[in-house]
């Protein structure tokens, strides 16, 4: 045998020994991973809505899985069965209306103790109504080159009321869940036209119908274009896919998208409950990594991931709506009526704009709006905001979750908010009637407003006393 040969073969060697222990490493590694995991197979819930993405990405793209997860995720009816089952323990944990965790805390309809580490999208919602409503909002809307001008006003939608109110018809809309984004916003947009949306008074009338001009009440997400193309609803507040496929069915026009309702608004969040989070921080954490994971995929490049996002959320598992139907709203655009589609880059916002971190400010301006309509019917100081937002919101958790991606080479720095955040976010007025926001001052915001619950008022008897 020569030299060369000789050579050739302890390179060889020296090269499958090097296999050897460095797949040895990793195994051990993975192992070590693995047990580090307090709980390892997780039942996860969501409803079917596009802003679910993250959870299937994560699934479909196998992040759970580098994880050392075995997740099952499962479509539930509605958010109260969600949320029961998640309290229950029989969901790990769940997609969630990012205001519901702080219905729980505050012990309206159920008290829980929820948190959340991770927000799964930026706005995603829209306002939609019918047919024959948007026939009788148009005289009020202007015009631009034989189009509607946007945003839309919930002003054009005065006049149709005050028919409805000649003709004794209630004027009935819909939106998801009580404490839920799409009731807040809608009434935020009612409310910014001169329209009152109505007040609760807990625990007597949970209607939040008290003196109200537009009557709004829950109905779940899939199906509210047929309960609106029925005739029991004219209106509704949801996510999608469910204002698009008004259009697609011809039932229906969304009026106003929630991004220009209130720019970059927190809308779903990742929740579990307390017990879970403080009994497994490490499975938590891992959960989380992998749902980072699947929101920078998500926002890649410009969105260049979407239309195979559209592909995997069309599945009749995951919202199993049309991919068309999907994609209008997903892959940046936004159809309004039928033919009327407009750019709209962020309607889904999943990672940039730091959308997945958990911000303080987006917890308070939730909770002021519960305050404002009556479902916290009691004055509350401004740190009482503060304190509420901390005990359910975990940017730690988020940022720890941040920084081991970061040192498992899968994330830079950068892409993150820097370990100086405070998760208080400046003052902006980037809401549809131009009221600024901060964060730090929630009754001052309260006082601003001439519909709606401020200082030391509260409902009574079905009025509104000082």
């Known amino acids: ?133 948007w026939k009788q909002m148009k005289p009020q809307i202007p015009m631009k080159d034989g189009k509607p001008v946007h945003p839309i006003k919930a002003d054009t939608l005065k006049p149709v009321l005050e028919k409805y109110k000649a003709a004794g018809k209630p004027f009935n809309m819909a939106m998801t869940f009580p404490v839920g984004t799409h009731n807040m916003k809608l009434r935020y947009w009612l409310a910014a036209g001169g329209i009152k949306p109505g007040f609760y008074a807990p625990p007597e009338d949970t209607s939040g119908q008290i003196d109200a001009e537009a009557m709004l009440s829950v109905t779940p997400p899939p199906q509210m274009p047929a309960t609106m193309d029925s005739g029991t609803i004219v209106g509704y507040c949801v996510g999608e896919p ?37 009994k497994n921080p490490n499975t938590h954490k891992a959960v989380i990594k992998a749902l980072i994971r699947a929101s920078m995929w998500l926002d ?27 994609a209008n709203s997903m892959t940046g655009s936004f159809e309004y009526e039928k033919g009327d589609k407009r750019p709209l880059a962020d309607f889904n916002v999943f990672f940039r704009h730091n959308g997945s971190y958990p911000y303080y400010s987006d917890a308070i301006w939730s909770l002021t709006q519960m305050r404002r309509w009556g479902q916290i019917n009691e004055y509350k100081p401004d740190a009482w905001y503060l304190e509420t937002a901390k005990k359910v919101y975990r940017p730690d958790v988020y940022m720890a979750a941040a920084k081991a991606l970061i040192a498992d080479g899968k994330a830079k720095a950068s892409d993150f908010p820097a370990d100086s955040e405070t998760g208080i976010k400046p003052a902006s007025a980037e809401f549809i009637d131009g009221v600024s926001f901060d964060a730090s001052k929630p009754n001052d915001y309260l006082a601003k407003f001439a519909i709606g619950l401020k200082g030391k008022q509260k409902v009574v008897g079905g009025k509104v006393v000082e």
């Open 300 to 326: 890649a490049e410009n969105n260049k991931n979407r239309n195979e996002g559209v592909e995997m959320l069309s599945q009749k598992q995951y919202v199993g709506a049309d991919y068309e139907v999907l």
């Open 242 to 278: 469910w204002n698009q496929q008004a259009v697609f069915k011809g039932i229906g026009v969304p009026v106003i998208s929630d991004y220009e309702l209130m720019k970059n608004s927190a809308e779903k969040i990742f929740g579990v409950t307390k017990e879970f989070a403080d």
């Open 1 to 133: 045998m020569n030299l060369t040969s000789l050579v050739t073969i302890k390179k060889l060697a020296t090269a499958l020994c090097t296999i050897a222990a460095v797949s040895s490493l990793t195994f051990t590694a993975n192992v070590y991973a693995a047990e580090k995991l307090e709980k390892e197979s997780l039942k996860l819930g969501f409803i079917k809505l596009t802003d679910m993405a993250p959870l299937a990405v994560a699934l479909e793209k196998g992040y759970f899985e580098d994880e050392g997860l075995s997740v099952q995720l499962e479509a539930q009816a509605n958010w109260k069965v969600l949320l029961d089952r998640v309290i229950s323990g029989e969901l790990d944990g769940a997609h969630m209306l990012a205001t519901l965790p702080f219905g729980t805390a505050i012990g309206y309809g159920t008290k829980a103790d929820i948190v959340s580490a991770f927000t799964l999208t930026l706005n995603g919602d829209a306002i939609t109504v019918s047919n024959d409503v």
